[in-house]
DNA sequence: ACGATTGACACAAACGATTGTTTGATTTGA
DNA sequence: TCAAATCAAACAATCGTTTGTGTCAATCGT
């Protein structure tokens, strides 16, 4: 078995506690510098490692945060997830990654399972069919910073992006090069960020006299499945759109399938923008004109707020990050055709 | 503070152990449906959750994994990485993910780190710079799986590829549409899986009789400069190579960039075989022609192996599981230009 | 009817650390 | 010189569970 502090001690003759306080380095200990010496020589000679169990049992403290994403196999997540657990790692934490799956029941799953593990804090992108975990994290005083999405009557930490202006943006580009009917593509559309896309999209088509029906606004989740389906029935109107707004990247994958699958050409046929993260997105069958995210910075500054709350024993007043979308014309998008 | 289990047995009248036993459902325990039911009300009442800490602290059982890889920002990594967490969270298994960077500096203090932690088994890809960390997760007899990399002189559980004929299958193809000088593009050159890729590749150039040259040899790490500035040198050889296998994501990308900042074109100038796991694959400036891992099995087959060890106590012989890779040929790779 | 069995639970000792409080020994101050 | 102050380290409680062992009553067997 594992060398506890107690074998420490008695090898070094000397009690645990006074093992625990040498080895914690508080600061105005008295200890005579031989016993300090025998003491480490004992760690050293039985390679003891403390046992964070006892440790977070006795603190009440895990040095753990949970981390909790639909799915970290989606490049946006993952790469969030890297910066995370790495500034967590040089801190001192440790990350515990879970995936809803925009399910949420398994949400509430891994809350309550989290809490029992007693996490130091919570990074999470939340489901939003409900804002009853956050509020019971809230309730907890457990620290808590939320990333992408926000709920409107609940106060929390977050870093979020410029979705408003990133879709206005988008759609701007496309109205400038002509088009006139463009399709928002969205993901689970009780989402905040898809809600504020939504916003900037229609923000655009109103401000530019683009064509405005409840026929361009297709799909309700995240997959590949979902941007191809939508794209499908997109393409089958008798006069479909010309430009697409995609917000996501398997979303944006079952949509290039589909159009490439219909035998047109982008952008000859139809032009195409991307809320894309994925690194070989400049390098698709067009590089991709594309609306990128900060993810590094996203992730940093995720665990900053978490990190401050923690050691401040979440006594800190909420507080609400915005990042800036980057936005790439790429070759995806062209001029509208002129029939 | 959250109820703890002497709360719940204060407020049925029992005592705590009994409370313990209640919950956890041993057999044939003998307990009065009576006492049975006013714990559970209690429970309910206080809403109460176990503690897991305390849990692992006195059953010497964490219900926790660690998972060791060079990068989960890479789709190849994260995707295992989300099946392993899926499946363990189905089992009661809870994992703590570790980003090494390919630097075994990283690992060693990961794998000491993990071992405080008391983690109930490892999944890791290894960094292989040294085998000490591996030897010395088994010298404590925890279980422990390696995904992709495997020592020669080691014997574990792992879970591979068939990287041999992958890479020979991928010249095969090459050199059957004429191509005589094929480079390969290697991740970092100690890697277990860079040597059998090698392997393959060298048999397959000796059995059709291609060009063997070291200069065509060239990378050692996986990142999208590695692709890029070996690509960079390939390019400038006064008769570059016409065929290109690639042995990563990120090399592959920076590879494509630097053949289109060139200039060329894609096949035509010059085939393109990658080793890539993206779901952007497909729809790259040409479809990439790639081998591709099963990454729902790998994780799956590691998760499951690590779970019987588990459950075994690390008493079960090492076992070796070979998975296949997928073959697609697409659009990166043509007929050799006629000059 | 009386010892032996069993049923239903309580007791208490861990697990490995941390930390407030004591304890002796030594030094200090007046 | 003697009480007071300081040092260096030991003592012991505690964190929230789990689990081997007691205990006391009711039931059993003969």
């Known amino acids: 078995m594992a060398p506890t502090l107690k074998d420490v001690a008695n090898r070094a003759g000397v009690h645990p506690s006074t093992v625990s306080r040498v080895l914690r380095k508080q600061e105005n200990l008295k200890i005579l510098e031989s016993t300090r010496k025998r003491i480490f020589e004992a760690v050293e000679e039985l390679n003891y490692h403390p046992d964070f169990t006892a440790r977070a049992l006795r603190m009440k403290k895990s040095f753990t945060i949970g981390l909790i994403v639909p799915d970290i196999g989606n490049p946006f997540f993952s790469r969030i997830a890297r910066t995370i657990e790495q500034l967590g790692f040089e801190k001192g934490y440790t990350v515990i990654v879970c995936n809803t799956d925009e399910d949420q029941e398994k949400e509430n799953l891994y809350v309550t399972h989290l809490l029992s593990r007693g996490v130091d804090g919570m990074i999470m992108v939340p489901t939003q069919d409900s804002d009853e975990q956050v509020r019971k994290i809230m309730h907890k005083n457990i620290p808590l910073v939320l990333i992408d999405r926000i709920f409107d009557d609940v106060e929390t930490n977050a870093v979020i992006s410029n979705n408003v202006e990133s879709a206005f943006t988008a759609v701007k580009h496309l109205a400038d090069l002509g088009h006139k009917k463009v399709a928002f593509l969205r993901g689970r559309h009780n989402i905040y960020t898809m809600k504020k896309r939504f916003e900037g999209y229609i923000k655009a088509v109103k401000e530019f006299g683009l064509i405005e029906s409840d026929s361009l606004i297709v799909g309700d989740g995240f997959s590949f499945e979902d941007g191809y389906n939508s794209t499908k029935i997109l393409l089958e109107c008798p ?98 055709k002129v029939i």
Request: proline letters at 7%; glycine letters at 6%; hydrophobic letters at 45%.
């Open 239 to 336: 006069t479909p759109p010309t430009g697409l707004l995609l917000t996501g990247n398997l979303i944006t994958v079952g949509a290039i399938s589909a159009i490439l699958e219909k035998g047109l050409s982008i952008p000859d046929d139809i032009s195409v923008i991307a809320f894309a993260d994925s690194i070989f997105a400049p390098y698709l069958i067009q590089p991709l004109t594309a609306i990128s995210h900060p993810l590094f910075e996203i992730g940093s500054k995720a665990f900053d707020l978490l990190l401050d709350n923690i050691e401040a024993d979440n006594e800190l007043p909420s507080n609400q990050i915005v990042v800036n979308t980057q936005f790439d014309i790429r070759k995806t998008t062209g001029k509208v």
